[in-house]
């Protein structure tokens, strides 16, 4: 049996909670600070989705449900602000209107996890890595290889666990 990526075991675990809170998929929670900008995502959460009871008619366009978010208090006033870039961007990650109204709590959101900074290749690395760029005349290029060359040292050397 084939390896299961570990973002296909979490989705069927999260799906039932998700489904509770009204949201289809984890993508708004997970994405939330592509969505709304990194400024946004630290002081706000998504934390349900409202649909409405009524099922449209024939024919009819069904009502928009309700985004409720988390806010700081002190950053409220500017979220109310910024409701409907929100919801814009929401519905345009979405694909289509399906969030009209925001609704705000105020409450303490966490923090999101720093991000620990990449460690740094040693002197011999960056010189052996920037002999073998050195033939691209781009001084961009060079640069670009010059990084993907540490990344790939790094991680072959067990002392970096992603690339940056």
Known sequence: MPAKPLADLIDDCLAPALAAQGFAGRAIISLWPEIVGERLAARTRPLKIDWPRRRPAPGEASDPATLVVRVEGAFALDMQQLAPLVMERVNAHLGWRA?????????????????????????????????????IADPGLRAAFERLGHSIALRRSGTADTAS
């Not at 303490?108 to 050195?134: G, I, N, R, S, T």
């Open 99 to 135: 969030v009209g109204k925001i609704v705000l709590k105020q409450g303490p959101v966490e923090a999101p996890a720093a991000k620990p900074a990449p460690p740094q290749p040693d002197a011999a690395l960056v010189a052996e890595v920037a002999k073998q760029v050195e033939i």
